[in-house]
C-alpha cells in the first residue's frame, strides 16, 4: 500500500525546493473583484521559472533522486509545461532528460522543451500513447520515470503553491485551481484542508476532454479522448492505475467547474486587457469561470493563474477579440 502524502511531506519540499523556485507575487485583480463582487487575488505562478506552476514539483523529484539514478537520467511524458520544468530542473542538476509527447503538443512548447536541454519524442495522438515511448526507456535504459502528476514528490511540491497563498492570505475563502491530472490540486486541496478546512477548494477544467472529472463521475480512473483546446495543458489522462491524485481530489476538493472554449478565450483576454498578464488557457480557467459565473458566493477569492506558455500569435488573435475555434482549425 502506498503511504499517504502528508502536510510535512509539502514542508519539506519546500526546503527542498527553496532557491530553485520563485515565490511568486499574489495581486489583487480589481475588475474580478468589481465584477463578483468581493476581493480577488491571482497567484502569478505564471511568472514562474519555465513559465508554468510544474517546476516546483519537478526540482522537488529530481532533487530526491538518489545518485545512481540521476547518473541514469530521468524520462517523462508532457501536455508541454511539465516537460518543460522537468528539463529545467534536470539541466541544473546535471541530469539527462528525455520528454515524451504526444502530436498534439503546441510547436511552442515543444520548442520551449527542446530549449531548456531535453532530448524530444513526440509520438502518437495522446498521452497514453505517449507514455509507450516513456515505459521502453525505463526498461531498456534503466531511466527513472517522473511522472506530472501521479507521484508523491510531485504533488508535495505543488503543494508549496498552497502554501504561499495561505501564508500570504490566512483569511482567504475560495481557492480556484485549474485542473488537469490533478497533482496541483490534490497538493493545494492537502496543505488548504490542514491548515483550515474551511477553505473552499474549487477545480477548474475545460469541457473538451477533462479526464480527472469524467473519472471522478464514473467513480475509476477513465480514459477520454483528447481534444484541442485552448486550455491543452490540461489535457491528457490520469492513468488507470491512479495511485494519488484520483482519491486526493474525491477526498479534498469541495466543487468543480467546466468551462467552455468561448470562456477560456474570454479568460485570456480579460487578464491581458483587465490586469496586463499573458496567461495561457489552461491558467485562465479560474478567471474564466468567475468571469462567467460559474462559482457561486466565492468570497474572498485566489485565482492560481498557472501558465503562460502559449503561442503569442495565437494570443494576440485571442487578445485582439478574434473568436478562435481550434476545432475548425
Not at 9 to 37: C, F, M, N, Q
Amino acid at each position: 500500500m502506498k503511504d499517504p502524502i502528508t502536510f510535512a511531506d509539502v514542508l519539506s519540499a519546500r526546503k527542498t525546493i527553496a532557491g530553485h523556485v520563485i515565490h511568486t507575487p499574489l495581486r489583487p485583480s480589481t475588475a474580478l473583484s468589481e465584477r463578483v463582487g468581493s476581493p480577488v487575488w491571482l497567484k502569478c505562478e505564471h511568472q514562474q521559472y519555465t513559465g508554468s506552476f510544474k517546476l516546483r514539483g519537478a526540482a522537488n523529484a529530481v532533487l530526491r533522486l538518489s545518485n545512481d539514478q540521476k547518473a541514469k537520467g530521468v524520462v517523462g511524458v508532457s501536455t508541454g509545461n511539465y516537460g518543460r520544468a522537468l528539463a529545467y530542473a534536470a539541466r541544473n542538476a546535471g541530469v539527462r532528460s528525455v520528454i515524451c509527447m504526444s502530436e498534439l503538443v503546441p510547436k511552442n512548447k515543444v520548442d520551449g522543451i527542446r530549449a531548456q536541454g531535453a532530448e524530444v519524442r513526440i509520438t502518437g495522438q495522446s498521452q497514453d500513447e505517449a507514455q509507450l515511448e516513456v515505459d521502453r526507456l525505463v526498461k531498456e535504459d534503466g531511466m527513472t520515470m517522473l511522472p506530472p502528476f501521479d507521484h508523491a514528490d510531485i504533488i508535495a511540491g505543488q503543494g508549496t503553491l498552497g502554501l504561499e497563498v495561505i501564508e500570504a492570505l490566512p483569511d482567504v475563502d475560495t481557492l480556484l485551481v485549474p485542473l488537469s491530472g490533478g497533482g496541483l490540486l490534490a497538493g493545494v486541496a492537502l496543505v488548504a484542508k490542514s491548515i483550515n478546512p474551511a477553505i473552499r477548494v474549487v477545480g477548474i477544467s475545460m469541457e473538451r476532454g477533462c479526464a480527472m472529472i469524467t473519472s471522478l463521475q464514473e467513480g475509476k480512473p477513465t480514459a477520454v479522448r483528447e481534444l484541442p483546446t485552448l486550455a491543452d495543458s490540461l489535457g491528457g489522462g490520469i492513468g488507470e492505475n491512479n495511485q494519488y491524485t484520483f482519491d486526493m481530489c474525491a477526498d479534498l476538493t469541495d466543487d468543480f467547474v467546466l468551462v467552455n472554449e468561448a470562456q477560456i478565450a474570454d479568460g485570456i483576454r480579460a487578464a491581458y486587457h483587465d490586469d496586463q498578464q499573458v496567461i495561457e488557457g489552461s491558467g485562465a480557467v479560474g478567471i474564466a469561470a468567475l468571469r462567467a459565473g460559474l462559482v457561486d458566493n466565492p468570497g474572498r477569492t485566489v485565482v492560481l493563474t498557472t501558465g503562460c506558455n502559449i503561442d503569442m500569435e495565437l494570443h494576440k488573435r485571442i487578445a485582439g477579440g478574434e473568436d478562435v475555434d481550434l476545432m475548425a482549425e
